[in-house]
């Protein structure tokens, strides 16, 4: 539970950064704020130059006496975007951390070159709006690299959409540049119901807009979703509606398919954060978006970077169906997420490791999800076939006629989709081992090349624990060319970090690449 600290201890923690004395403040003050003297050792001049003062925002005391100080910042009177930071202490008072973004001292020269009146006409002619009739504010403003003199103008307007808007637009005063803009106006998130192709009837977060809503999220980055109508070009146009009921389980409502994409991407930011602590694919909180119903007969799915977007056909409804299904979602998004990681090469074993991670993360996706319409399996793309059961199977790739169970000399010569096959065979072994109620794998013997004809047994790690050592490895020792020997030292290694050298699961990591032939 959260609760407030006592003024006297706002007091010592204003004194501490202000360089007062302890001693003017009341010696009844409580002694976690006493504790808070202590910035005075740590600050260096970027916190407590000439000029600077401090007043307390916000402070919360945990449960266990650890305290969070959040204090904004003035230096010569101007207000300093980006200065404020907080200070956190344990129970006793001594001095845990402080987190801030402003390392350097905002030292600027404060007579303006631009004025008052020259800085609101350049921010209305860049943003549009008028002039609110709130007088701009000279600041200094530090969220970037340098410190600089600013206005802070408020123009207001109207978006296209009827939505009203107050945005800070940010002027430099000396040289009248757009430094920067935000808008003090958040739109409200709504729930929504999506009745989707595949996943069954789901919850959606969407956007309230002037007549209804638009499926946006602005929960998850405000990541949305388009109609192409069919097209190849451009971005297509948001999906808006005026229930908050979204599509019908059908192909006859082009919402359906929009569902899907939108859930899809939901559950999918949703596993990265919840259990790798990355916010968004860039790990930046931002959103990516999805366009569906791309081209005519298009069957297939594909993350760009160029866009930052997934895009999604509609099949060719001979071989696929609309390829929004969750496991493929999971997948296109963690292209996203390789490409600003490891940014595996797309061509030879790094292309297959690029898209065996997809397929990896795509699964775990599916499981997350926990949806009972689309129950978690090691089976890729199962929900938009025709005619076969899968696109590719992780238990044993070879199976679709074309992927590699086994590493062999030749196997980077093969398609990005079919070498990938050693990777997806290594990872169903380590999670699940060779034999488990979701389906059993045969082992690689000596001389295997596409094919593994094994009897080997292995013992699974679990889901979870095969999951983080492949997500260690990739963001934090896979490069643009690591290949099969470089992965399997990259996961033992980042097996040895998270459970130990030696460790069950390390010696599982080693176990089940021999297992694919890679030693």
């Not at 929009?258 to 930046?284: C, E, F, L, M, P």
């Not at 997350?368 to 399996?377: I, L, P, Q, V």
């Not at 090349?449 to 999951?467: C, E, F, K, N, P």
């Not at 990739?474 to 099969?484: D, E, I, P």
Request: proline fraction near 2%; include cysteine; charge should be neutral.
């Amino acid at each position: 539970m959260k609760k407030s600290r006592s003024l006297n201890s706002i007091s010592i923690a204003v004194a501490a950064l202000a360089g007062l004395s302890l001693a003017s403040v009341s010696a009844q003050a409580d002694p976690q704020g006493r504790a808070l003297g202590h910035v005075k050792q740590f600050a260096g001049k970027s916190l407590h130059g000439e000029g600077h003062e401090y007043s307390v925002r916000d402070i919360i005391t945990d449960a266990d006496g650890t305290e969070h100080v959040r204090f904004d910042r003035r230096v010569n009177g101007l207000r300093v975007i980006g200065g404020d930071l907080v200070v956190r202490s344990d129970r006793n008072g001594a001095l845990q951390a402080m987190h801030m973004t402003l390392k350097r001292d905002p030292k600027v020269d404060i007579k303006p070159a631009v004025s008052l009146g020259q800085a609101k006409q350049l921010a209305v002619a860049k943003h549009g709006g008028a002039d609110m009739g709130v007088k701009p504010e000279l600041v200094i403003y530090a969220r970037g690299d340098q410190p600089r003199l600013a206005w802070d103008v408020l123009v207001g307007g109207e978006e296209s959409d009827g939505t009203p808007f107050e945005k800070h637009a940010i002027i430099d005063a000396q040289t009248g540049a757009h430094l920067d803009l935000w808008n003090d106006i958040h739109t409200a998130a709504a729930t929504g119901t999506g009745k989707s192709l595949y996943s069954g009837t789901v919850t959606l977060t969407t956007n309230s807009i002037t007549g209804g809503y638009e499926l946006r999220d602005p929960a998850r980055g405000s990541t949305y979703t388009t109609n192409m109508n069919k097209k190849t070009a451009g971005n297509g146009t948001i999906f808006t509606d005026t229930d908050n009921i979204w599509g019908s389980s059908t192909t006859a409502d082009l919402a359906s398919a929009a569902v899907d994409a939108q859930y899809g991407t939901a559950v999918t930011w949703d596993y990265y954060k919840n259990v790798h602590g990355r916010s968004g694919i860039a790990n930046d909180g931002k959103g990516a978006f999805n366009r569906v119903h791309y081209g005519r007969n298009y069957a297939n799915a594909f993350w760009s970077d160029s866009c930052f977007c997934m895009t999604y056909g509609d099949g060719d409804g001979t071989s696929l169906k609309s390829l929004v299904s969750l496991d493929v979602a999971g997948h296109e998004m963690t292209h996203g997420v390789t490409s600003r990681t490891a940014n595996l090469t797309y061509s030879g074993e790094s292309g297959g490791l690029n898209e065996a991670t997809s397929d990896i993360f795509g699964t775990m996706v599916e499981f997350y999800a926990a949806n009972g319409s689309d129950a978690g399996d090691y089976l890729i793309g199962e929900k938009v076939m025709v005619k076969s059961a899968f696109l590719r199977n992780m238990m044993k790739p070879s199976a679709d006629g074309a992927s590699a169970d086994c590493w062999y000399s030749g196997v980077g010569s093969l398609d990005v989709h079919y070498s990938s096959g050693v990777a997806n065979h290594f990872y169903f072994m380590l999670a699940e081992g060779t034999s488990s109620s979701l389906g059993s794998s045969p082992t690689c013997k000596a001389g295997d090349t596409r094919v593994a004809t094994g009897t080997g047994s292995l013992t699974g790690i679990g889901r979870d624990a095969a999951a983080k050592i492949w997500y260690r490895a990739l963001t934090t020792k896979m490069t643009s060319s690591t290949n099969y020997a470089g992965a399997r030292a990259a996961t033992i290694a980042a097996a040895n970090e998270l459970y130990g050298a030696g460790s069950t699961q390390a010696n599982a990591v080693a176990a089940a690449w021999t297992a694919v032939n890679v030693n």
